[in-house]
């Protein structure tokens, strides 16, 4: 089955600089890629998301990579936030039987002051 | 104002009782979807259920049961056969089952502790 991998685990970034969190996934067959954002006592919520027919998406201050050869995405954000502070999840899955979301463990993202 | 609720926020139990956590929406979604969130880990799938009176298994189902009996209602008991049953538990809904064309909608979560 599909093996979703998320790293860094935590990334601790200075507000104003860019964050970068990265996923590979081992199913070629995945054709779909969400992102979460996991706020403190909530659950996750989705940002962002991207197929497989397309190489980059982008809404406003993130943006996602996806390099289909090398079965890696990657969620990008600039100019970062104090609010931007949260755990993110990569995910994949694909359209067929087994519709399911196969998620990453999650990035926590602590911007500094 | 429309969403998903799950009740109670923190719940406690006693080893080797059953707890039953309460997921509903009123979305008209008719996908629901238990998930179980530990420390450091992604989410994984219990139960899912694309339409009333039918759920499937997930990937870790053991331990755990489910009933639809109706479209805002999927409620999951986590019962003594669970071996580790402290965790957060997320409910989520979406219009449809396939992933990529329904966007899933998580509830607030339970964090279930047991003594």
């Known amino acids: 089955g599909e093996n979703v991998e998320q790293h860094p685990s935590t990334l601790s970034v200075q507000e104003g600089d860019s964050a970068v969190i990265k996923c590979t996934y081992s199913d070629s067959a995945s054709n779909y890629f969400p992102w979460y954002k996991q706020e403190l006592g909530k659950g996750p919520q989705l940002i962002i998301d991207?197929?497989?027919?397309?190489g980059e998406k982008k809404d406003q201050r993130i943006a996602v990579t996806l390099n289909k050869t090398a079965k890696h995405f990657s969620l990008h954000i600039t100019e970062t936030q104090p609010e931007d502070s949260a755990v993110y999840f990569c995910?994949?899955?694909?359209?067929?039987?087994?519709?399911?979301?196969?998620f990453g463990k999650g990035t926590r993202l602590h911007i500094l002051p | 104002d429309g969403g998903i609720t799950q009740s109670p926020k923190y719940l406690f139990r006693k080893e080797g009782q059953n707890v039953t956590l309460s997921c509903e929406q009123n979305?008209?979604?008719?996908?629901m979807y238990w998930y179980r969130q530990d420390p450091g880990q992604g989410l994984r799938l219990i139960y899912y259920s694309q339409i009333v009176n039918d759920f499937q298994k997930g990937d870790i189902a053991e331990g755990y049961s489910v009933s639809r009996e109706k479209k805002e209602s999927f409620p999951l008991t986590v019962t003594s056969a669970q071996k580790n049953p402290t965790a957060f538990y997320l409910c989520?809904?979406?219009?449809?089952?396939?992933?990529?064309?329904?966007?899933?909608?998580f509830g607030p979560g339970t964090r279930l502790t047991v003594l």
């Open positions: 989520a809904s979406s219009i449809g089952l396939t992933p990529s064309y329904n966007e899933q909608f």
């Open positions: 991207i197929r497989s027919n397309v």
């Open positions: 995910a994949a899955s694909k359209v067929g039987r087994d519709d399911k979301i196969i």
């Open positions: 979305l008209n979604h008719d996908a």
